[in-house]
């Protein structure tokens, strides 16, 4: 089940950075209302899988210790420790989930606000073009790098009927990154089949800041 759920979310079609873009595979509005998290935990859930309310808690299996408050920013290197060219998928941001264990790893986090404006804020409007598909080949010995910020984001429409954005923090937890592997530029960039899904297990606040994930199966 959880390998369906996260295939939807990583085949998504990006049609525009704006309006009702599609952010990081998922589309921007899509993060659903709050309901009571799981038992054990202290605080509500919200639509992308990070708890807030008392404590910002999350259910105690799932939290880690932290010696200061986040956000808890972290690098993701993506190596290819192989023989062969391995290819990712790009359009406005590199292609990859995060989700966290406070829903089982079953709800990928919205990583970014980009082309909405805070809801918090004056409402403004932004037109955003549509982002070239690139397919980047991670040769062998190589790698690519990508930055999280530690933060995660719901969506609604301001008083100008535009898209805006909430921002919160993602707390200290249990998360796992998933990335989809290409064998060819040409697979990637037309969403053939996956060669395989890379992921990775990983804390925040991360060791170092840094979470890498190999390539190769």
């Known amino acids: 089940m959880r390998r369906s759920i996260v295939w939807a979310g990583l085949f998504s079609v990006l049609a525009a950075?704006?309006?009702?873009?599609?952010?990081?595979?998922?589309?921007?509005?899509?993060?659903?209302?709050?309901?009571?998290?799981?038992?054990?935990?202290?605080?509500?859930?919200?639509?992308?899988?990070?708890?807030?309310?008392?404590?910002?808690?999350?259910?105690?299996?799932?939290?880690?210790?932290?010696?200061?408050?986040?956000?808890?920013?972290?690098?993701?290197?993506?190596?290819?420790?192989?023989?062969?060219?391995?290819?990712?998928?790009?359009?406005?941001?590199?292609?990859?989930?995060v989700t966290g264990c406070a829903t089982g790893y079953a709800e990928p986090l919205v990583r970014t606000g980009v082309c909405t404006v805070p809801c918090d804020g004056p409402p403004d409007c932004i037109a955003c073009g549509a982002c070239p598909m690139v397919a980047p080949e991670v040769l062998p010995g190589d790698s690519i790098g990508d930055g999280w910020a530690g933060l995660a984001f719901t969506f609604d429409t301001n008083a100008s009927g535009c898209q805006c954005h909430h921002e919160s923090v993602a707390p200290a937890a249990k998360y796992r990154v998933i990335v989809p592997v290409y064998e060819s530029a040409e697979a990637a960039r037309d969403f053939g089949m996956p060669s395989h899904l890379a992921e990775v297990d990983f804390s925040l606040p991360a060791p170092g800041g840094l979470v890498v994930v190999e390539l190769a199966p």
Request: charged residues 15%; contains cysteine; proline residues 4%.
């Open 17 to 97: 950075c704006g309006g009702t873009a599609i952010v990081d595979d998922h589309i921007a509005g899509s993060g659903g209302a709050g309901g009571a998290s799981t038992s054990g935990s202290v605080g509500v859930t919200n639509g992308t899988g990070v708890t807030t309310g008392a404590g910002g808690g999350v259910p105690r299996e799932c939290a880690e210790s932290a010696e200061g408050p986040g956000p808890y920013a972290v690098k993701f290197e993506f190596r290819n420790s192989s023989g062969r060219s391995w290819f990712l998928l790009q359009d406005c941001a590199l292609r990859y989930d």
